[in-house]
């Protein structure tokens, strides 16, 4: 069985509101320094498989179709082989 | 002809009876619910896809509609040529089938906005918009994530195409950012697809049929669509 990590980021050219609105949070927090902050999607799930290739097939598939939208994010896959439970 | 429209409900629609109301009784066309369940547009010859929060918009908005069983139905109607109209919500999903370019992002305000606007008509000659006798609609927006994004290619082939339908402008037609209310690129509020059959729109032209509510800039876009299949 594969553990799949996936992190789903909004593109850089893209407007972030929730960083951006936390970004002036830190402002008001006082801390200055802080910049850039970008708020990003993490998802994670199981693949009953102990096929590496169909693993990352379907999890692609699976970024590809629904949980990242090719127009505005980018994604990225950690697949982790976990025993089963 | 008899026309009939379909109007596709779905957990978290709702501005479906706002439209079954305006096409119905104010408009007097034939309509009918469809339930997002259901494998069948029921001989529907224009679908709605109404506005609300379809499934919460978890995920992204319109991202989980796209999957429903009755939305595999409206894709297939709407690749062969069928006529649909996707408001609001509708719009999102639209997108987010990839029957639509584009994508709507959260507004640039990160306010929700709900009020009237006026629209600029860019194309009056679809098949939503022949019968506009007005070049400036009022028409109301009510939605959080309508700030309408698509790259620099695909701008130029929806301009290229005669694809945007509405420009967000102020009362005399001009288009500037203090008549833009959500960031959407070069202001626009509505487009259609590369056939001219599908169209999406942030705007709620059910929400101004009633002449009792004083304004009925959206009848138009309905007597649009049925005389598009008159002609």
């Given at each position: 069985?594969?553990?799949?990590k996936?992190?789903?980021?909004?593109?850089?050219s893209?407007?972030?509101?929730?960083?951006?609105?936390?970004?002036?949070?830190?402002?008001?927090?006082?801390?200055n320094?802080?910049?850039?902050?970008?708020?990003?999607?993490?998802?994670?799930?199981?693949?009953e498989?102990?096929?590496?290739?169909?693993?990352?097939?379907?999890?692609?598939?699976?970024?590809?179709k629904?949980?990242?939208?090719?127009?505005?994010?980018?994604?990225?896959?950690?697949?982790?082989?976990?025993?089963?439970? | 002809?008899?026309?009939?429209?379909?109007?596709?409900?779905?957990?978290?629609?709702?501005?479906?009876?706002?439209?079954?109301?305006?096409?119905?009784?104010?408009?007097?066309?034939?309509?009918?619910?469809?339930?997002?369940?259901d494998?069948?547009?029921?001989?529907?010859?224009?679908?709605?896809?109404?506005?609300g929060?379809?499934?919460?918009?978890?995920?992204?908005?319109?991202?989980?509609?796209?999957?429903?069983?009755?939305?595999?139905?409206?894709?297939?109607?709407?690749?062969?040529?069928?006529?649909?109209?996707?408001?609001?919500?509708?719009?999102q999903?639209?997108?987010?089938?990839?029957?639509?370019?584009?994508?709507?992002?959260?507004?640039?305000?990160?306010?929700?906005?709900?009020?009237?606007?006026?629209l600029?008509?860019?194309?009056?000659?679809?098949?939503?918009?022949?019968?506009?006798?007005?070049?400036?609609?009022?028409?109301?927006?009510?939605?959080?994530?309508?700030?309408?994004?698509?790259?620099?290619k695909?701008?130029?082939?929806?301009?290229?195409?005669?694809?945007?339908?509405?420009?967000?402008?102020?009362?005399v037609?001009?288009?500037?950012?203090?008549?833009?209310?959500?960031g959407?690129?070069?202001?626009?509020?509505g487009?259609?697809?590369?056939?001219?059959?599908?169209?999406?729109?942030?705007?709620?032209?059910e929400?101004?049929?009633?002449?009792?509510?004083g304004?009925?800039?959206?009848?138009?876009?309905?007597?649009?669509?049925?005389?598009s299949?008159?002609?």
């Amino acid at each position: 069985m594969y553990k799949a990590k996936i992190l789903v980021k909004r593109r850089k050219s893209i407007l972030d509101p929730q960083g951006k609105a936390s970004e002036q949070g830190a402002k008001l927090l006082g801390l200055n320094n802080i910049s850039k902050v970008r708020i990003d999607k993490s998802i994670q799930f199981f693949i009953e498989t102990s096929d590496e290739v169909l693993a990352k097939t379907e999890a692609t598939e699976f970024c590809n179709k629904l949980l990242a939208n090719p127009i505005m994010e980018d994604f990225e896959i950690i697949l982790e082989k976990v025993n089963e439970s | 002809m008899k026309v009939k429209f379909g109007i596709v409900v779905f957990p978290g629609s709702n501005c479906d009876h706002d439209a079954y109301f305006s096409v119905k009784h104010i408009l007097g066309y034939e309509a009918e619910f469809l339930w997002h369940k259901d494998h069948s547009i029921k001989n529907s010859d224009v679908i709605i896809l109404p506005g609300g929060f379809s499934y919460g918009d978890y995920l992204r908005s319109g991202a989980i509609a796209k999957l429903s069983p009755l939305m595999q139905e409206v894709i297939n109607f709407a690749e062969g040529g069928g006529i649909v109209i996707g408001i609001c919500n509708g719009f999102q999903i639209l997108t987010e089938s990839g029957l639509l370019p584009g994508v709507l992002l959260k507004n640039e305000s990160l306010k929700f906005v709900c009020k009237d606007v006026y629209l600029k008509v860019i194309n009056a000659n679809s098949a939503f918009t022949n019968l506009l006798n007005k070049e400036i609609l009022n028409i109301p927006i009510a939605h959080g994530e309508g700030n309408y994004f698509a790259d620099e290619k695909t701008l130029e082939e929806l301009n290229k195409n005669n694809q945007i339908v509405f420009k967000y402008s102020d009362n005399v037609g001009n288009l500037n950012s203090e008549s833009n209310p959500n960031g959407s690129v070069d202001n626009i509020a509505g487009i259609i697809n590369k056939r001219g059959n599908i169209l999406g729109m942030m705007p709620h032209p059910e929400r101004v049929c009633n002449p009792i509510l004083g304004n009925t800039d959206g009848t138009s876009i309905f007597r649009s669509v049925v005389n598009s299949f008159l002609k």
